[in-house]
């Protein structure tokens, strides 16, 4: 083999991928604007291959808990390149390894394509932020935007619990303290505990993956802190099942009161392949802004109204994904074949763009020329 593993990274950097994936008996594969494309020029990497690599990019400590755990979440840097999330493993007794692209500097929002209302979330005392959507759909680089943001904006005592740490802050307004699950503290539960004797103003937790994470920042929310969060789930009313779900019946309602009190807001992303190909991807997002009418909804256990809710909040900066899809069309940013693919409701968005038939132009996007309008 002469190629070293920093070698297939840069590659990841420069071809402008998010993803490098590593598998014994094939080559190395990147993620392409969405798709899986092997990397030219590398032949299939074999198990000694793979062993050798990613056991030399570890610690001694990080290969005994791989030994030990057989898989490992890591964080690894290239000066001057990026720096990446990784995570080994074990299928067919053989390493494997899928890694993560993360910028060396966090994007404004306006890059992104986030909504500006973040910004008045972001500028709040207290309560609850979440952003939620698939795995790979943004959720880790618009948290590094807010942490940015207010590292720009803020005077404040900013906490991240991260599993692993992926972008990393200089303090600038803020004083900006980073935690790592299973290098600087055990769990996440745990450290967000402990996170509430720190003089924290904010906290960010990577992922509420757990009851016991939940129950803390809805708790460390109502007690006067900014709790920034993710969570894998679709849309806000998702979310906000999710949540509930997760408690017993009898403590139910003790969430919903605490629910209705903090959250502020509910970001939901999608990533879609950007129509211009020297773009990588283009970014659609659902918001929830947290009126008081639907503080009510969340308390009395009517989530299924906040939908409707979103579709007529839009002064209060709200709008649906079929909303934030169309604008993406519109915009030429995406093509009509991928907005129809990720629209949550298609027969909504579908009747939004004025189409009572499904032929479209699939390769170019654009609107057929016999399409009929209602």
Known sequence: MDYTFDDLLIEVEKHKASDLHISAGTPPIIRLRGKLTRLKGYPALTTESIETMLTGLLSGDQNEKLNREKELDFSYFITGVARFRGNIFREKR??????????????????????????????????????????????TTTLAALVDYMNNTRNSHVVTIEDPVEYVFQNRTCLIRQREIGVDTT?????????????????????????????????????????????????????????????????????????????QG????????????????????????????????????????????????????????????????????????????????????????GLDTKSHDEESGELPSDARYI
């Open 94 to 139: 053989s390493l494997a390894a899928a890694f993560r692209m993360i910028p060396t500097n966090p994007l404004p929002f306006e890059a992104l394509g986030v909504p500006g209302i973040i910004k008045e979330l972001a500028d709040k005392q207290y309560g609850l932020i979440l952003v939620t959507g698939p795995s790979g759909s943004g959720k």
């Open 187 to 263: 769990s996440f539960s745990r450290a967000l505990i402990s996170a509430l004797r720190q003089d924290p103003d904010v906290i960010l937790v990577g992922e509420m993956r757990d009851k016991e994470t939940m129950e803390t920042a809805l708790t460390a929310a109502e007690t006067g802190h900014l709790v920034i969060s993710t969570l894998h789930t679709n849309n806000a009313v998702d979310t906000i099942n999710r949540i509930l779900d997760v408690f017993p019946g009898h403590k139910q309602t003790q969430i919903r009161v605490q629910l209705a009190a903090t959250l």
């Open 266 to 353: 509910v970001f939901s992303q999608l990533l879609l392949p950007h129509r211009d190909k020297n773009m990588s991807m283009a970014l659609a997002t659902e918001v929830l802004i947290v009126t008081p009418g639907i503080r009510n909804m969340i308390r009395e256990g009517s989530a299924h109204m906040i939908h409707h809710a979103i579709e007529t909040g839009s002064e209060y900066g709200m709008q649906t994904m079929e909303v934030a899809l169309k604008k993406l069309y519109e915009e030429g940013k995406v093509t009509l074949e991928e907005a129809l693919i990720h629209a949550y409701d298609p027969q909504s968005f579908r009747k939004m763009m």
